[in-house]
């Protein structure tokens, strides 16, 4: 895997040319910044910029120009930057302008045929008292936003409703998305009945990439194995949808398990957030 070139396709096809993930969203390109717009229920924010040739001036009037976009509308939104972004100092104009950064994460990248062939065996199936069970309705949804919840401690609405909204849309399970938005695959691992891990993937017709999103499992069950079966169920969903790579945006828990199923470093990635 070329890493100049995976990053310049992920950019082109994920940023650059990116289509709503969702069905109430818009993606505009804006002068210098391509952002996704829609109600405060989805995903608000900048997902690329073209300020390489802008001076500090420029710069500063573009961000000013997002933060009065998303303001009018009530909106807080976030501006996505990668650290091989430009300018390299965007990070501190974004500070000056009153954004909050969140911990980076690395955006790591894998070929799928290699992540189905090292979890086609023992390595990528779940322990014998877990069973799999794919999301794809109401319940499903309720499942995977509980195990959401004791895994991270937060975020179960914005989840719960970002899963209903594809499902309404008729993107969810192993459908396809006509209208070439995002098509979500969500799984839960359920022990004695008990929702234990769950992960999503969501994907879009016509690009290289599978985004993996979510994944996490309750305190006590975890190193058991449960993190690889669900990205090994993803990832097979990914192969039969023609998707080259699987993207992730990685924390330091999850980082060592995928390099070690060959996902490899592209760049980092830290949300700036900004609340009018």
């Known amino acids: 895997m070329e890493h100049d070139e995976v990053l310049a396709a992920y950019d082109r096809q994920m940023r650059r040319d990116a289509r709503p993930d969702g069905p109430g969203a818009r993606v505009e390109r804006a002068g210098r910044v391509v952002r996704q717009t829609g109600g405060a229920g989805d995903w608000n924010g900048v997902l690329w910029s073209d300020l390489r040739e802008a001076g500090p001036e420029e710069a500063e009037a573009v961000i000013a120009a997002q933060v009065r976009h998303y303001a009018a509308r009530g909106l807080a939104f976030e501006w996505k930057l990668y650290s091989h972004d430009h300018p390299r100092d965007l990070g501190r104009r974004l500070l000056a302008a009153g954004f909050e950064p969140e911990p980076a994460e690395t955006l790591m990248v894998a070929e799928t045929a290699a992540v189905v062939r090292a979890l086609d065996g023992p390595a990528g199936r779940p322990p014998g008292d877990a069973r799999l069970v794919p999301v794809t309705d109401a319940a499903g949804v309720e ?30 399970g192993a459908q396809a998305d006509g209208a070439g938005g995002a098509v979500a695959v969500a799984v839960v691992a359920v022990v004695g009945g008990r929702p234990v891990s769950a992960a999503r993937m969501e994907t879009r017709p016509g690009t290289d990439f599978g985004g993996l999103w979510g994944g996490g499992t309750v305190p006590d069950q975890r190193g058991r194995g449960l993190y690889r079966a669900l990205l090994g169920f993803r990832a097979r969903i990914a192969a039969e949808r023609g998707h080259r790579y699987l993207q992730v945006d990685a924390s330091e828990d999850s980082r060592p398990i995928l390099h070690r199923l060959g996902f490899t470093a592209l760049s980092t990635t830290t949300p700036y957030h900004f609340t009018p």
């Open 143 to 172: 499942l995977l936003a509980e195990v959401h919840e004791q895994a991270f401690g937060k975020g179960r609405d914005a989840i719960r409703r970002r899963l209903l909204a594809l499902l309404a849309d008729g993107a969810g």
